[in-house]
């Protein structure tokens, strides 16, 4: 006998957490030293998959700076 469930489809969100959910404070904090300590002119680079925080990541630093 065949099994006649259908497969249901997920679909995925990419919505950016406002709080450091996934453990980024570390690199939050230490990408936020680096860009207060050095002169302008400087370039950071954050690559990940789709969905690996990314935007997260960006948003936390932006805070803290932008608070300060």
């Given at each position: ?9 997920k679909i995925l969100l990419d919505v ?53």
């Amino acid at each position: 006998m065949k099994n006649n469930k259908q497969k249901l489809a997920k679909i995925l969100l990419d919505v950016p957490v406002e709080k450091g959910v996934l453990g980024f404070d570390k690199y939050r904090d230490a990408l936020i030293n680096i860009i207060k300590g050095s002169e302008p002119r400087f370039t950071i680079g954050i690559f990940g998959g789709w969905g690996t925080g990314k935007t997260t990541l960006m948003r936390m630093m932006k805070k803290i700076l932008d608070d300060e």
